[in-house]
């Protein structure tokens, strides 16, 4: 027998191996509320899939911080894609495992961000500290309790953050008073929580605090899940744009042979049944037709981005996040 | 007696009673306060309390999580396994002990009698970054330390596994059975015409919903039963290509009366080319492990007095096992073709042998458990204070192993033949045995066998040689394999 002749069987083995229709298993890594969206969208998605390749996709989902993810991906969790709380973290897998290349955010329309949301409080209804509550002075008065996750590790903890700061720094006027005002607030936090579904955990089952600083999107779903009368969302005067964001981690991808089916898994999220499915799940859609069909549902406030007030997410990192800085000043001297 | 004036008496009422109304006013004002204050001292406290609890409970989770971090260590049945916390890397340590007594009852070889430490291996396995798989595994026994196995594999598709190191060749069923869970003691004569481990590559996988399995390997080449040193070049630049095709089309169906039913083919093919040094043919061996027949050689080996390969070998192999309850039928059968050659030149004895050899092996667990191609798994272990003694097994095996009668001609201008007649040309081999396990690890097993020599026609066994007399030979074996 030749070579030539075992090579041929070879191939037509390897042939008969890739030609049929696939099982095909992804990985998404991703932030702690967006746990109920996936759920479904994964589902609309191995559809769409499988009408189009027959291929069967099962997607698994990973959930918690979304600091804490990114350092799991990092360290070697097998992600096909991450869809984070913030472009920082995606950016980390660049920077400390180039594990995507440094121009992912161009990969995708809107920065890569399918969806956008913001931040809001969340309070006990009847409550004596309900009827204190209207806006970020609020949270700073003594004797407040203040539910939070920590910047650290979750990314809807970091955009509390800044939003508070940038209140404070309009209302107070500079830095060094938008810190002293983001100490008060965290001088009110009695417990920090790794992830944004713990703090909800600790404020809406637990029964701890007076007022839960929150993604919108997990606002509504507590006061949906728990009743109008037990929680009701108060809206302050000024909040940020949160820029959700996601992003095919190309050094598994191409290991494990999935690039074409993760980079359409994220293709698919602005898909109009994708952005239907966000709405559903009250992240702001980013598609004219979902903006328009859920404009009631999201209330109406002052919005900054992080461009705008911070200079975008590495400064902001830097100067707020990193080791010693304005979180560790603030939260090391509690 | 003088009274109080009426005036006065109404004024006095009216003070008292002004002034028990105002103590009782104050009284529960006071209370109130004291209420709300208590009220709001129990919320501060549940909530310090809820806070202290949630606290305790994320410490508590953070424990959990970074336990789970730890590699994880897993003793059982005396096989130590470390494995990473994500199980994407570990090591697992195997051993096989194996100590025999040899008794031969036939009077040529009496004096083989022994007891001998047949095998003694270590097993290093596991696998690293999540999909390659490993194995090294050393053999101790005899008077070297070499390896026996030792590949790393990986799975490009599930239908598509790539293997790359020394392993067994596919081709024989029974050589592919792992050494500790054979019905015999020793493997029958039959696995002298199966090439064993080899170096090269190997693609293999199960195809048709695990109904079947291939398996393709490009080796360096070997023949008749032997291993292919690790350091060894193959021969002429040509390699040895070999495969195997094995169904169990009813494997995946619980209820069926035949899942326990596999049946296949196994075959290689390669150009050999030895010299007087390293000829390349092997010794054919009993059931007792005496040299039935060997190739001519020399202690002073020369083209003129050492038997090498020379030419195109190949094994054909059809073989089929049944595993029903604790019934277990193992068969196959060989038939090769082998160019080999003594001489050189004019004086040049250059055969293709064509030998052939069949064996039927049967098996019955006694205690009830099931058997099967991976072995017996006993429902107790051995524990006399608890009643309890493990599983009994008894084996029986019928074996031939026919050698083509051109090795022993002279052709007309050659100078000898390729073996001298004094070897077996045929051997038939029966033989029964009893298995006990003590644990999954520990066996005992004892087999007696027989086997029935035929030589060349008109040939005489050299007096006092292994062939003098038919082979009986107990074999007892204690095994550790973990």
Redesign the interface.
């Known amino acids: 027998?030749k070579?030539k002749s075992?090579l041929s069987?070879?191939a037509a083995?390897?042939f008969?191996?890739?030609a049929a229709a696939k099982d095909i298993e992804l990985l998404n890594v991703s932030y702690d509320p967006t746990r109920e969206f996936y759920v479904d969208y994964n589902v609309a998605f191995a559809n769409f899939w499988k009408a189009k390749t027959g291929d069967t996709v099962t997607v698994k989902q990973s959930h918690g911080g979304s600091g804490k993810q990114a350092r799991s991906v990092i360290d070697?969790?097998?992600a096909d894609v991450v869809t984070l709380a913030l472009a920082n973290d995606v950016s980390a897998l660049h920077r400390n495992g180039n594990l995507l290349p440094a121009n992912w955010q161009e990969r995708l329309p809107n920065d890569s961000a399918p969806y956008t949301s913001t931040i809001v409080f969340l309070v006990r209804k009847g409550s004596p500290a309900a009827a204190k509550i209207k806006d970020w002075d609020d949270l700073a008065q003594p004797g407040v309790?203040v539910i939070t996750p920590n910047p650290k590790t979750s990314g809807g903890a970091q955009w509390n953050y800044l939003a508070a700061w940038e209140y404070g720094r309009r209302k107070y006027g500079s830095d060094e008073k938008a810190k002293e005002f983001v100490a008060k607030i965290y001088k009110n936090v009695?417990?920090l929580?790794?992830g944004a579904r713990?703090s909800t955990t600790?404020f809406v089952q637990?029964?701890?605090?007076d007022v839960f600083i929150s993604w919108e999107n997990e606002a509504f779903l507590a006061v949906k899940e728990f009743g109008a009368d037990k929680f009701e969302i108060v809206i302050p005067s000024l909040s940020i744009l949160a820029q959700p964001s996601v992003a095919v981690v190309d050094k598994v991808v191409k290991r494990k042979g999935t690039e074409e089916v993760a980079k359409a898994y994220l293709e698919y999220l602005y898909s109009e049944e994708a952005q239907d499915l966000i709405g559903k799940h009250y992240f702001r859609p980013t598609s004219e037709k979902a903006k328009a069909k859920y404009a009631a549902a999201f209330p109406k406030l002052e919005i900054f981005t992080i461009d705008e007030a911070f200079g975008g997410w590495a400064k902001a990192a830097k100067d707020h996040f990193a080791d010693g800085a304005t979180f560790d000043q603030i939260y090391l001297n509690k | 007696m003088r009274t109080i004036p009426r005036s006065l008496r109404v004024a006095l009422a009216t003070a008292i009673a002004a002034t028990g109304f105002t103590a009782t006013t104050f009284a529960q004002a006071a209370s109130a306060d004291d209420i709300n204050a208590l009220r709001e001292q129990i919320r501060l406290l549940d909530?310090k309390l809820?806070?202290l609890?949630?606290?305790q409970e994320?410490k508590d989770e953070?424990a959990v999580a970074d336990a789970k971090k730890l590699p994880k260590i897993t003793v059982s049945d005396g096989r130590i396994e470390v494995a990473s916390s994500?199980g994407?890397n570990s090591l697992r340590l195997r051993g096989l002990v194996q100590g025999d007594a040899r008794f031969y009852l036939d009077d040529a070889n009496a004096a083989q009698d022994q007891f001998l430490l047949r095998r003694a291996r270590l097993a290093f396995e596991g696998k690293f970054a999540?999909r390659f798989n490993y194995a090294v595994q050393p053999e101790f026994a005899g008077s070297t330390v070499s390896i026996l196995d030792a590949f790393v594999n990986t799975s490009?598709?599930?239908?598509?596994n790539v293997q790359v190191g020394r392993f067994k060749t596919p081709v024989g069923l029974e050589q592919l059975q792992s050494d500790p869970i054979a019905f015999f003691n020793e493997r029958s004569i039959a696995t002298n015409l199966a090439p064993n481990r080899d170096v090269g590559v190997q693609?293999f996988?199960p195809?048709a919903d695990n109904r079947v399995t291939?398996q393709?390997a490009?080796t360096n080449g070997v023949i008749d039963g032997g291993n292919s040193p690790t350091d060894s070049a193959n021969s002429e630049g040509d390699?040895t290509?070999s495969g195997r095709l094995f169904a169990t089309p009813f494997a995946n169906e619980k209820d069926s009366a035949l899942k326990g039913l596999g049946f296949g083919i196994g075959g290689a093919?390669g150009n050999y080319s030895g010299s007087a040094s390293a000829p390349l043919v092997n010794a054919y061996r009993t059931d007792g492990q005496q040299n039935a027949f060997r190739y001519a050689n020399n202690a002073a080996p020369t083209l003129a007095n050492t038997t090498i390969a020379n030419g195109t070998s190949y094994v054909i192999s059809p073989q089929a096992y049944f595993y029903t309850g604790p019934l277990g039928i193992l068969a196959e059968y060989f038939t090769t073709s082998s160019e080999v050659s003594i001489g050189s030149g004019a004086t040049l004895n250059q055969q293709k042998l064509n030998n052939q050899a069949y064996n039927l092996s049967v098996g019955y667990v006694l205690t009830g458990e099931e058997a099967g191609f991976r072995g017996v798994t006993p429902k107790t272990n051995f524990n006399p204070t608890a009643g309890t003694w493990g599983a009994f097994e008894v084996v029986a095996r019928l074996a031939w192993l026919d050698v083509d009668n051109d090795a022993f001609i002279v052709p007309a201008g050659a100078p000898v033949a390729l073996a001298a007649a004094n070897n077996a040309t045929e051997v038939s081999s029966f033989g029964l045995g009893l298995n006990w396990y003590l644990s999954r690890s520990v066996r005992f097993g004892l087999n007696a066998l027989n086997n029935d020599f035929k030589l060349a026609p008109s040939a005489a066994p050299a007096a006092g040689s292994v062939l003098a007399d038919d082979e009986q030979v107990l074999i007892g074996r204690v095994q550790l394999s973990f």
């Open positions: 027998m070579l075992i069987l070879l083995v390897a008969a191996g890739t070697g969790l097998r309790a009695p417990v929580d790794s713990g600790t637990r029964g701890i605090g | 909530q809820r806070v609890e949630r606290n994320l953070t994500d994407a999540e490009v598709f599930p239908a598509l693609v996988g195809l291939y393709v490009i390699f290509y093919i």
